[in-house]
């Protein structure tokens, strides 16, 4: 049973543009929702991350927005560059303190801008 | 400060032997996560270790296993490999163990890639 459900799969998007990617989780438990970028060749590094007691947050031109009630939650990459090309990660888990079951990821975000 | 550690980089192996992959933790961090990565599964947790206990353990078989050093350092083990073992297989640490993840993100290392003829 996958729990988080990402897309799309593949996305292409011309410099200077708004990169949108969704996810959507199941498990009502989780409360923490990060988001990794993973080059060729290079393990998933940590971008932003969100806890559902807000509704935005913001670093720099990665923006996570979250709906609690929709248990959605998306990146938008604003001014999208050549060097944002990657793969795209959103995962979840319970950040409740003391054991958990690790992180479920989605499936991943091919990721291409286009100069 | 220098980060996640994994060794070896690629590994093949012939089907029916066994692997033992190596990480070491990024300096101060307690927690070590092992992942598997294929282009059809995803990202799979495997099991985590904290203070040398394995504290959680994802649905893999018991072929698959693991143990951490009293440095924190940890090495996991693949006995009587099978083809669709073939994955990346990455280590995370952190500060905490998982469960306080805003606290004590996942920080990967670069994976050991492994390669079952």
């Known amino acids: 049973q996958q729990q988080v459900k990402q897309s799309p799969q593949s996305l292409i998007v011309q410099k200077g543009g708004i990169s949108i990617i969704n996810c959507a989780y199941e498990?009502?438990?989780?409360?923490?929702f990060p988001w990794y970028q993973q080059f060729p060749g290079k393990g998933p590094a940590l971008l932003i991350a969100?806890?559902?007691?807000?509704s935005e947050k913001k670093e720099g031109r990665f923006t996570i927005s979250f709906n609690k009630s929709a248990k959605q939650f998306s990146l938008h990459i604003m001014d999208s560059q050549p060097g944002d090309s990657a793969t795209y990660f959103c995962?979840?888990?319970?950040?409740?303190?003391?054991?958990?079951?690790?992180?479920?990821f989605g499936k991943g975000t091919h990721l291409i801008i286009q100069p | 400060k220098a980060g996640v550690t994994q060794t070896p980089r690629y590994l093949i192996k012939t089907r029916g032997q066994q692997v033992t992959l190596s990480c070491s933790p990024i300096?101060?961090?307690?927690?070590v996560s092992w992942y598997q990565q294929t282009p059809g599964q995803g990202l799979q947790f495997l099991f985590e270790?904290?203070?040398?206990?394995?504290?959680n353990k994802g649905n893999f078989p018991g072929r698959f296993s693991g143990r951490q050093f009293s440095n924190s350092r940890s090495e996991m083990n693949v006995s009587t490999l099978e083809l669709g073992d073939s994955a990346l297989y990455l280590c995370?640490?952190?500060?905490?163990?998982?469960?306080?993840?805003?606290?004590?993100?996942?920080?990967f290392g670069n994976g050991t890639r492994l390669t079952v003829t």
């Open positions: 300096s101060g961090h307690r927690s």
């Open positions: 969100i806890r559902p007691d807000v």
């Open positions: 270790y904290f203070s040398e206990t394995q504290r």
């Open positions: 498990n009502t438990a989780f409360d923490y």
């Open positions: 995962a979840a888990s319970k950040d409740s303190g003391g054991g958990a079951d690790g992180l479920t």
């Open positions: 995370a640490s952190s500060l905490f163990e998982t469960g306080m993840g805003y606290n004590s993100p996942l920080h």
